[in-house]
């Protein structure tokens, strides 16, 4: 396995540069909206790790009565985790787009456990903001912008991770 890996490696990296650069296939068309969620999700978490950590005093919201952003961003269950929880969601995206980028596909031998784990770390996302989501309506009873846009992104990408751990290619 190791001796595998290591192959995997040193591999000829030019077909991962032409694969992002000259290819159309199905399977970079997902992994670009992979990415492209990914980095709306990374923006996201940047702006409210800014809030979390007090970077920033005021955290913009949209000025109706049910949204209270700050309330739920600085809420103890957004520290449940004993820090707060965007930096762990910019951690969590940034390893979506290195899994979804790193190999390019499988007709160039791209270990299928590289989509395994794209698929397992899409999962968790949107499983982490189901459970926030739900929070916030039925715990907190207020609306949070930023959240709502994170479990959008983190359920958006469920199908182009499924789609790419069936097929790849």
Avoid: H
């Amino acid at each position: 396995m190791l001796k595998r890996l290591w192959d995997y490696i040193r591999r000829d990296n030019e077909k991962v540069r032409d694969f992002f650069f000259k290819n159309q296939s199905a399977s970079l068309k997902r992994r670009k909206k992979i990415i492209m969620l990914s980095l709306f999700g990374l923006g996201n978490a940047a702006i409210i790790t800014l809030y979390q950590t007090g970077i920033i005093k005021k955290l913009p919201d949209l000025p109706l009565k049910s949204f209270d952003s700050p309330k739920l961003t600085s809420s103890v269950k957004a520290f449940e985790f004993g820090m707060p929880d965007a930096p762990g969601a910019s951690l969590l995206y940034s390893l979506i787009m290195v899994l979804a980028t790193y190999g390019g596909e499988r007709r160039i031998k791209r270990i299928f456990l590289f989509d395994q784990l794209l698929l397992g770390a899409t999962v968790v996302n949107a499983a982490m903001a189901a459970q926030y989501f739900y929070n916030m309506l039925a715990k907190q009873k207020k609306l949070c912008v930023y959240c709502i846009a994170v479990t959008l992104t983190n359920f958006s990408l469920l199908p182009y991770s499924w789609k790419e751990f069936k097929l790849g290619r």
